[in-house]
C-alpha cells in the first residue's frame, strides 16, 4: 500500500477512535473541552463538515454532528449536557478574549 494511502487508512481509523473515546467520555462536557483543549464535539462536526466541503461534497452540519455525537446533537444535548458552570463560563469568556486580542 502506499504511504499517503496507507496513512489516510490510519488517520482515519484514529478520528474513528477519538469520536468513540468521546462517546465513552459523555461526562465531559464541549465547554470543559473548549476551556483545556480549544476545540469541542461541534468543532469536529465543523471541521468534518469544512473537510467534505473542500473535497466538493456538501455536508449537513446536522448530519456532521450525528456523526461526531453518535446521535441527533438534540438529543444528545437534552441526555448528556449540563449547565455550564459561572466558573466555567467565566475562563471560556477569558480565553475567547485573549484570542481575539491576538487575532
Do not use: H, M, V
Given at each position: 500500500m502506499a504511504k499517503l494511502e496507507s496513512n489516510i487508512e490510519l488517520e482515519a481509523a484514529a478520528f474513528r477512535r477519538l469520536l468513540a473515546h468521546l462517546d465513552e467520555r459523555k461526562d465531559v462536557q464541549n465547554i470543559e473541552l473548549m476551556?483545556?483543549?480549544?476545540?469541542?464535539?461541534?468543532c469536529l462536526?465543523?471541521?468534518?463538515?469544512?473537510?467534505?466541503?473542500?473535497?466538493?461534497?456538501?455536508?449537513?452540519y446536522e448530519d456532521a454532528r450525528e456523526l461526531v455525537y453518535g446521535m441527533p446533537?438534540?438529543?444528545?444535548?437534552?441526555?448528556?449536557?449540563?449547565?455550564?458552570?459561572?466558573?466555567?463560563?467565566?475562563?471560556?469568556?477569558?480565553?475567547?478574549?485573549?484570542?481575539?486580542?491576538?487575532n
Open positions: 476551556n483545556l483543549a480549544d476545540f469541542c464535539r461541534n462536526s465543523k471541521w468534518y463538515k469544512a473537510a467534505g466541503e473542500e473535497r466538493g461534497i456538501e455536508i449537513d446533537y438534540a438529543e444528545w444535548k437534552a441526555k448528556y449536557q449540563q449547565k455550564a458552570t459561572p466558573e466555567q463560563l467565566a475562563r471560556f469568556n477569558e480565553i475567547e478574549a485573549t484570542k481575539n486580542k491576538t
